[in-house]
DNA sequence: TACATTGTTGCCAAAATAGCAACAATTGTT
DNA sequence: AACAATTGTTGCTATTTTGGCAACAATGTA
């Protein structure tokens, strides 16, 4: 027999007549009339079946059982202090642990780099990123936010568009010396190409946009894996002709490592960015914070990426 | 900002949610439609202003909020669970304290002789005695009973009649031989006449019933008090003649410290003796069996007093 | 893919509640 | 000592709140 519905607004009544002394004072702390106080606090005893009080027109008495009912509603007014301390607390403060879900390559280029800055702006979060790259349930799984890419399915979720990824088509000077240089999208057909998959996507469709309009070739691949990082590297190692997100480029390129591809074309649309979370409505101050800080610092990185 | 009223049903059934894991469940448990829980739940998350339960149709996950308001709840369900359980106990168990009020030569003469009978029966409650002739408020000073004599005056109390002091009029042979013996009430008005008198009762008319039918006469007070036995004690040194309740007397009338006068007259109408409690409905266990017990035990004793 | 279960929402009836007014009881004051 | 003022209680009515039914949406399973 746990919580009882129905005794507990009686309870809390009680306390507040004890509080005060008098039914009159506890009917004009709770905004009530006094009639209600007194039918209230009678309804309370007739649930308990015994006398809590005993009243006179002037003077109120605790009964022995009232002494104890009254120490217990102590307890329970601390507790419920508490909670709207917590609530209060976790309302307005930011504070407390953050669970951030991302791919991992898209983390450690974009996301990582910003973190300092979000921990010194709010030293009070501790941030839990969980770097996968496998489709995560964000309620069962008590995620907060996650921060994904591609358009998203139909869901209960909110989610709120970071940017795009700008993508870049590469490869070695060794695989390009061996295999020769593709000049148009229909060579790549002919081609190693490496490409990022995960359980949910598969990228072998490429779209390209360039001199006689768009262009879409599947690709055969050579390798496809759910880590970015790796790819760069085995693409590196001349393993094929790789497609990815431009940010992860910047020092093989600047190296010389991997040479771009099809200057001439553009791919037509870089996937889109989301931080995604379960509901827009009562969103913990901490998830607030973390939104509105990738929204100012996130969004500009993937817009004009450092190469 | 202490209990409030509005969030606690709230806590409640977000209590028993998350003990059974679903909303179903819970309304099970409740006696409740799902739709009912589904709302409440939905208006305690509106009044605190913040998610407690993700939701799925599949799943429910504790917020981080959701986890410490649980934890508080966890609390407020073991205070309240003492809440039934002292209450039942105070209901069905004769336990606890006691608190009787009673004028000191009542209780000396009638009371306490049955008090170890009580207290046989009934080891688990705790009586407090307070004796004092003088008037005390039930309500004010926590008194569960009081035994009181004389005709009450009109209240919210609870009176219950044990039976009638049961008067006799004596005076010890020393004044007798001085003063001579009265053979007449009419007579006690040239005699010093000892009463008892407290606050609240003066005892100076004495009515008697006779040959020539009832007969009223004030008497002079030689000396009043509020304690039986000291007058007792007076009128076996002489101070005067003595009408008292008979049940004091057995001692001194058997050992002819004390004589009886006018044996041809009987006191009109002894004074009844009342059990007084502040209210009838939802009296504790302790105090009904109390009440129970003198009137099995008490009464009898003053219908037929032993001599 | 079809089905079953679960949480949510709109609507309406039912129940609980608050407020008003009158009453009873008690205390302090004139 | 009587009056006035305050306090707790009760009956009645209007208002608010709540509960249940039905339909819907979403999700996991056979």
């Known amino acids: 027999m746990p919580l009882s519905l129905d005794t ?11 509080r005060h002394g008098s039914l009159t004072g506890a009917a004009q702390e709770l905004g009530l009339n006094r009639s209600s106080v007194s039918k209230q606090l ?9 006398k809590l009080l005993q009243r006179t027109t002037r003077k109120l008495a605790l009964t022995e059982l009232g002494e104890r009912v009254w120490q217990e509603a102590q307890t329970i007014a601390a507790a419920l202090e508490n909670v709207d301390a917590i609530t209060e ?3 307005q403060n930011v504070r407390g642990r953050l669970k951030v879900s991302c791919s991992s390559s898209l983390a450690r280029v974009h996301l990582v780099p910003l973190l300092p800055i979000f921990n010194q702006r709010y030293p009070e979060v501790d941030l839990l990123l969980q770097l996968e790259d496998r489709f995560v349930d964000l309620t069962t799984e008590q995620v907060d936010i996650a921060i994904r890419v591609g358009h998203l399915p139909d869901s209960s979720l909110v989610a709120r568009k970071l940017g795009e990824l700008q993508w870049q088509l590469v490869a070695s000077p060794g695989y390009l010396a061996k295999h020769g240089a593709p000049q148009t999208p229909a ?3 002919g081609h190693a190409c490496l490409f990022y998959q995960n359980g949910l996507r598969v990228m072998n469709l490429w779209t390209f946009t360039g001199p006689k309009g768009e262009e879409q070739v599947r690709v055969k691949g050579a390798l496809a894996m759910n880590d970015a990082c790796a790819l760069v590297d085995a693409a ?12 992860l480029l910047s020092l093989p390129l600047a190296s010389g490592q991997l040479l771009s591809l099809l200057p001439d074309y553009q791919l037509a649309a870089g996937l889109p960015v989301y931080a995604v979370y379960p509901a827009r409505e009562w969103l913990p101050a901490k998830a607030a914070a973390f939104v ?5 610092e996130f969004a500009p990185r993937l817009a004009t990426p450092r190469l």
């Open 187 to 189: 060579d790549l057909a």
């Open 42 to 50: 009678a309804r309370f005893e007739a649930q308990l079946g015994a």
């Open 292 to 296: 509105e800080f990738i929204l100012q």
């Open 89 to 91: 607390d976790y309302r």
């Open 8 to 18: 507990l607004p009686g309870l809390v009544l009680f306390s507040c007549v004890v």
């Open 236 to 247: 590196i190692n001349g393993l094929g002709i790789l497609l990815i997100d431009r940010a």
